[in-house]
């Protein structure tokens, strides 16, 4: 108790910590010299100790009429299932008149009893030995042993006598097989021995209970199996653990939200290299018109006797007699001036394209980012509510646990009122209570690991993918449209 490591709770019903819980029962056989009137008489035997291992009151033998001399009671075990701590313990046993009157009593130590078949002399109120007055009774002592796992401990105290109940079934399945189906009644009258030679005498009936030398081998194995799988199977909600997906790129770009920007920008992409073309289309016929035009006057002139040099006739038309229409200088002016103004405009939508581009991939990348924040936000959000989920399935288990017990408890036949009812209903419910918490610590380590290992890997991938976000914007602001610029219509020339 003065260990820093240990709890003391006096009003718990759990067993103290290095403690092992006792068990005890008390058979109140007969008396002895109780009285040399002819009286009634009958006993009570309570337990004192913490508030938990209190029991006074109840256990009480049914009364022998006109007997004081040798009463036999003989009456049903008196048992105290679960001692917390029995080296606090007291055992009191005593006898009363039929009036309430005390005729005798002993009080013992817990820890200081023997096993047994036992004369208990009784002593007055006052802790004075009386002479003759004496109680014969069966004391039985053993570790407490939780509900549910008796046949397991059996087997463990008395593995020979499993061992041997199942050869025994072994070798009368074998012989009946062989034997035919003439051979049946006879199996199961060899089957039947087994189980009286195996049943318990009334002396080692409170100390091991039956192994249950009847019962099939796989009965057995299946009730150990359960046994061992109790807190496993009805504590633990086993639930699928969900893998997060990877956050990649790829993954943002499938996105709805994603698809929907890059087809509003595709769109607009394709709008503007429509009205690219359309520009240079009017434009080019507008070059086509005014050049034409040109062409045309140098004919006239050329045709002219006094611009023409000798008669000799400059024919322009599809680009012939170059020379003569290239040495015209309001000619050369006019095509120096159209490839200014088609360079002018090629640049020009080449910078819109590109700008519009840039502006693309900056929405892009903010959209990205907005969606990589939502996505490790939804997965957060996502294992938050399955953690949330798998608690209230184990607080749901936890009372259909308790709804069980007490149903279980309420059908069973030896229990004898009801305040005997209650302290097991407690004390199933503490022991569950127990298990659940601990359940739920191994939960919450659980849940705040992996809550770790999804926060780490949120991190590394949100590094991972700003770095290759960060590229991406760098290489959309540096990358230049290296398309050739659209040649100038050969009919300027």
Not at 223 to 247: G, W
Not at 279 to 295: D, P, R, Y
Not at 368 to 392: A, G, M, S, V, Y
Not at 412 to 421: D, F, Q, V
Request: aromatic letters at 4%.
């Amino acid at each position: 108790m003065r260990r820093p490591d240990r709890t003391f709770d006096p009003y718990a019903e759990s067993p103290v910590d290095g403690v092992i819980a006792a068990f005890c029962s008390v058979r109140v056989i007969s008396g002895q010299f109780l009285s040399d009137k002819k009286i009634g008489t009958y006993v009570e035997v309570d337990m004192y100790g913490l508030p938990a291992d209190t029991i006074r009151k109840e256990y009480r033998t049914k009364t022998i009429p006109a007997n004081g001399l040798n009463p036999r009671y003989d009456e049903s075990v008196f048992e105290f299932r679960k001692i917390v701590l029995p080296d606090l313990a007291i055992l009191r046993i005593a006898v009363y008149e039929e009036t309430g009157k005390l005729i005798g009593q002993r009080v013992l130590p817990l820890d200081g009893l023997q096993a047994g078949y036992r004369h208990i002399s009784l002593r007055t109120e006052g802790n004075f030995p009386l002479s003759l007055p004496t109680i014969f009774c069966q004391i039985i002592l053993k570790s407490y042993v939780p509900d549910g796992l008796s046949d397991f401990v059996n087997q463990l105290n008395q593995p020979l006598l499993m061992k041997k109940t199942e050869d025994l079934l072994n070798a009368s399945v074998t012989t009946s097989s062989d034997a035919g189906p003439n051979s049946s009644s006879s199996s199961v009258r060899r089957a039947r021995a087994i189980e009286s030679t195996s049943t318990p005498s009334l002396d080692s009936k409170a100390t091991t209970t039956s192994a249950g030398a009847a019962s099939s081998l796989s009965t057995n194995t299946a009730s150990t199996t359960d046994i061992t799988s109790l807190a496993s199977s009805t504590i633990k909600p086993k639930t699928p653990v969900e893998t997060m997906t990877l956050i990649s790129l790829d993954y943002l770009r499938e996105q709805k939200s994603f698809c929907k920007l890059k087809h509003k920008q595709d769109k607009d992409l394709a709008l503007m290299k429509k009205k690219h073309a359309k520009e240079q289309t009017a434009l080019g016929e507008q070059q086509s018109k005014i050049m034409s035009k040109a062409k045309t006057d140098c004919e006239k002139l050329a045709r002219s006797p006094m611009l023409g040099g000798g008669g000799t006739r400059k024919d322009l038309s599809n680009g012939g007699n170059l020379t003569a229409a290239k040495g015209d200088p309001k000619l050369m002016d006019l095509i120096n001036e159209q490839n200014v103004e088609w360079t002018t405009l090629v640049q020009r939508q080449l910078i819109e394209m590109n700008t519009l581009r840039r502006q693309h991939a900056r929405e892009q990348c903010d959209l990205l980012r907005l969606l990589l924040d939502e996505t490790q936000k939804n997965q957060i959000k996502e294992i938050t509510e399955r953690h949330l989920k798998e608690k209230k399935d184990l607080e749901l288990s936890q009372v259909r646990q308790n709804i069980e017990d007490s149903k279980r408890l309420g059908s069973e036949k030896n229990i004898r009122n009801k305040m005997e009812l209650d302290r097991r209903v407690r004390e199933l419910k503490s022991n569950n209570t127990k298990k659940f918490v601990e359940e739920r610590k191994r939960q919450t380590m659980k849940h705040e690991r992996e809550k770790d290992n999804l926060t780490k890997s949120h991190e590394t991938q949100k590094t991972t993918l700003l770095a290759e976000i960060d590229k991406m914007l760098e290489y959309s602001v540096n990358y230049q449209d290296e398309t050739p610029m659209a040649r100038f219509p050969s009919s300027s020339v």
